[in-house]
């Protein structure tokens, strides 16, 4: 065999000789047969390959995908085909099969996956696919794959179901992975073409090819492009919806049970519930998912068996999915899928999941904090801390100091960097480990932080520090986003529910804030942003909060050097009585052609989110006027006075209810009493009478005694 192998790499390397040197193509043509002969029979390794390539380059296989004229004798695809096995043997070296020549072949590679087969031609197509699997694991690859058509020319090959279909399948799982976003965006019509097949064939198999597509439909159910807007989708998903039913209702194996529950997760992912039906076998089949999934995970966690847990955290990640869902729906109100009883029924299974996901953390050892199925149990668990405030309280509070060390450290680590390929294909957001736990957790410590018990925890162990460096780490991400309107950002969010968080320990722990360094930093952080929030309008919910957080800050913080007169003050201040003035104007009302106080277009569509915070502000304001003599000034610089009396002179009084005429006498009784040229603006624009006419007898009484 020994003496058989030596003397095919002799005449492997006579051919390689004539390749190089021929001058007459016959000669060439002979030499390149028995070449493609060896590389076919699997008898060149790396360093013949490379001498092969040396030889011949790209340019000779070019020329044979060109020909169309076959040697005398000949099928018509025999250069063709030639060509394809050099340089499917070229792919086998990734440096090559990256190659600008390589990637340039691409359109040739899907007109041959879409031409029709016949027995002569199976070669080629196993040659195509093994270059195009090639392509596929290099960096520049998948893009090129998308933008030159590949995904379609896959998609019909897989739906004509002719030799090697199964691989346009596996390649097609491929590109979606790394490219779901702009495979749907590009050939949307031919993945629902897929789709559709998959889904019928779901339904229709009674044998264990009913499991094995479980496997393979959620690579095909996008993120990216919702279903539910396309009937054909809409359609595909009730197929899946149905052969689930028919799965999820029977008893089953770990094994059949696992791949269903990891499909259903991926739908709930795509869709929310919305792929399930509404009605009474919808509202059941939702019910049992959850508690299947509460099972699942009880079953799992409980028992600690580490190696058994290893095996099991892919299907309760997916678990972690149908319960968020869960909690969603037993809060729904309007619309909802469950009736009351299911939802109690639910909510007690479901606390006993979270117990287990609880006793679980609680055994985390430090060197696994960077499992990624630890960044999903802490996101679950998040979502249940946000909703259910009642329920595990003792066992949470035992918890915070192991979530605000694991948030703390991922976001000191800070996310690797996602590599240019993926930015540009968009891949899925979170797909980049560590992530940003703290966002999740978020929502719950506000709840938290309004007791005094998980206060004190949180306390101790740092948080109000960690939140400071997170909400100015947000704020640059903010700053750094574009300025066009755009629906409301997770770092958004994450901005306002921190401020919310630091609301409360101003209201709940004042000691806490004149102690601590970092709300002096905090009120450093709030000065510089506002100002810059303020003047777009799709951030006023935001800048309400920044506001009105910062006015609260200034209380407590008053005898600060940072607040006395300088710039950043000033313009903090600036700002803040610009939210605070604007956000009432004077309208005609309809029903009795007065003029009305009214909500100002501009705030109108925030109203019910900022409402709260614009009193809470205006309080905070009144609260602030006594401690900073320079204040009053910048209320006159502002012409608020002014614009105010014309206000209230103007409208109706019975168009101000009690607590808006509260609101505006605090503000004007401290500026009336803390500085002789305010009260000479209020009274030189009828301010007696007008605060007469809306009952405000403390202003009155201010402005008589003076």
């Known amino acids: 065999m020994a003496s058989d192998s030596g003397d095919g790499h002799a005449t492997l390397k006579r051919c390689l000789g004539v390749l190089r040197d021929a001058r007459n193509d016959s000669e060439q043509f002979a030499a390149l047969l028995l070449v493609t002969k060896a590389v076919r029979a699997g008898e060149v390794d790396a360093k013949t390959r490379r001498q092969i390539?040396?030889?011949?380059?790209?340019?000779?296989p070019t020329r044979l995908l060109s020909s169309r004229q076959p040697p005398p004798g000949c099928p018509p695809h025999t250069f063709r085909a030639l060509g394809l096995t050099l340089l499917a043997c070229f792919c086998t070296d990734p440096q090559l099969a990256g190659h600008s020549q390589v990637l340039c072949k691409i359109p040739t590679f899907n007109e041959v996956l879409l031409s029709s087969c016949d027995p002569d031609s199976t070669s080629m197509i196993d040659d195509v696919y093994q270059c195009l699997s090639a392509i596929l694991a290099t960096p520049r690859g998948p893009r090129e794959l998308v933008a030159k058509g590949t995904v379609s020319a896959l998609c019909q090959a897989y739906l004509s179901g002719g030799h090697g279909s199964d691989r346009a399948l596996t390649l097609l799982?491929?590109?979606?992975?790394?490219?779901?976003?702009?495979?749907?965006?590009?050939?949307?019509?031919?993945?629902?073409?897929v789709l559709s097949k998959l889904s019928s064939d779901f339904l229709k198999a009674e044998d264990m090819t009913k499991f094995e597509l479980c496997e393979v439909l959620p690579h095909f159910i996008p993120l990216s492009a919702p279903l539910t807007q396309d009937s054909q989708g809409s359609e595909c998903l009730h197929r899946v919806y149905r052969g689930?039913?028919?799965?999820?209702?029977?008893k089953l194996s770990q094994s059949q049970r696992d791949p269903a529950l990891k499909l259903t997760a991926s739908l709930v992912q795509a869709c929310g519930a919305e792929w399930i039906p509404a009605g009474r076998a919808g509202s059941k089949f939702?019910?049992?998912?959850?508690?299947?999934?509460?099972?699942?995970?009880?079953?799992?966690?409980?028992?600690?068996?580490?190696?058994?847990?290893?095996?099991?955290?892919e299907v309760v990640t997916a678990c972690y999915?149908?319960?968020?869902?869960?909690?969603?729906?037993?809060?729904?109100?309007?619309?909802?899928?469950?009736?009351?009883?299911?939802?109690?029924?639910?909510?007690?299974?479901?606390?006993?999941?979270?117990?287990?996901?609880?006793?679980?953390?609680?055994?985390?050892?430090q060197e696994e904090l960077q499992d990624p199925f630890i960044f999903a149990s802490v996101r679950v668990l998040g979502a249940w801390m946000a909703e259910e405030t009642s329920s595990l309280k003792q066992e949470i509070c035992e918890l915070l100091p192991f979530l605000v060390h694991y948030a703390r450290k991922l976001f000191k680590e800070g996310s690797p960097a996602v590599s240019l390929a993926q930015a540009e294909l968009g891949s899925p957001e979170g797909s980049a480990l560590p992530q940003d736990a703290l966002r999740f957790l978020l929502p719950g410590f506000c709840h938290l932080t309004a007791e005094d018990k998980p206060r004190d925890i949180l306390v101790s162990e740092g948080a109000p520090a960690l939140l400071c460096e997170y909400f100015l780490h947000q704020w640059e991400v903010l700053t750094s986003e574009p300025a066009a309107p755009t629906p409301l950002t997770s770092t958004e969010m994450s901005l306002q529910t921190t401020c919310g968080i630091?609301?409360?320990?101003?209201?709940t722990a004042p000691d806490l804030v004149r102690q601590d360094k970092t709300f002096s930093s905090l009120m450093d952080v709030l000065m510089k942003s506002l100002p810059l929030l303020l003047p777009q309008e799709h951030h006023l919910v935001l800048a309400a909060n920044v506001a009105t957080l910062g006015l609260m800050l200034a209380r407590i913080l008053a005898g600060s050097t940072a607040l006395q007169e300088t710039q950043p003050a000033k313009e903090f201040f600036s700002a803040t009585i610009a939210f605070l003035s604007q956000a009432h104007t004077a309208q005609t009302d309809p029903s009795s052609d007065s003029l009305?106080?009214?909500?100002?277009?501009?705030?109108?569509?925030a109203w019910d989110d900022i409402r709260e915070l614009w009193f809470l502000g205006m309080q905070a304001l009144a609260a602030c006027i006594p401690q900073l003599p320079w204040l009053p000034r910048a209320v006159l610089q502002a012409r608020w006075l002014e614009g105010l009396s014309e206000l209230l002179a103007r409208a109706a009084p019975a168009s101000l209810d009690f607590e808006l005429v509260a609101a505006f006498q605090g503000v004007l009784v401290e500026l009336a009493t803390a500085s002789k040229p305010c009260r000479d603006v209020i009274l030189s624009h009828h301010g007696t009478e007008w605060a007469n006419l809306y009952g405000m007898a403390a202003l009155?009484?201010?402005?008589?005694?003076q």
């Open 53 to 60: 390539f040396e030889a011949i380059g790209f340019t000779f």
């Open 173 to 193: 799982k491929g590109l979606l992975a790394i490219a779901e976003a702009k495979c749907w965006q590009r050939d949307s019509p031919q993945l629902l073409a």
């Open 244 to 250: 689930l039913a028919d799965i999820l209702g029977s």
């Open 286 to 313: 939702l019910a049992l998912l959850v508690n299947l999934a509460c099972v699942e995970v009880r079953l799992s966690l409980e028992d600690l068996d580490p190696v058994e847990v290893e095996g099991k955290k």
């Open 321 to 365: 999915v149908l319960m968020e869902m869960g909690i969603q729906e037993c809060l729904r109100e309007e619309s909802p899928q469950l009736d009351e009883v299911q939802k109690v029924q639910l909510m007690r299974i479901m606390e006993e999941a979270f117990g287990a996901v609880i006793f679980y953390l609680r055994q985390v050892k």
């Open 502 to 507: 630091f609301l409360n320990l101003v209201v």
């Open 596 to 605: 009305a106080v009214a909500v100002s277009p501009a705030y109108r569509s």
């Open 700 to 705: 009155e009484q201010c402005l008589a005694e």
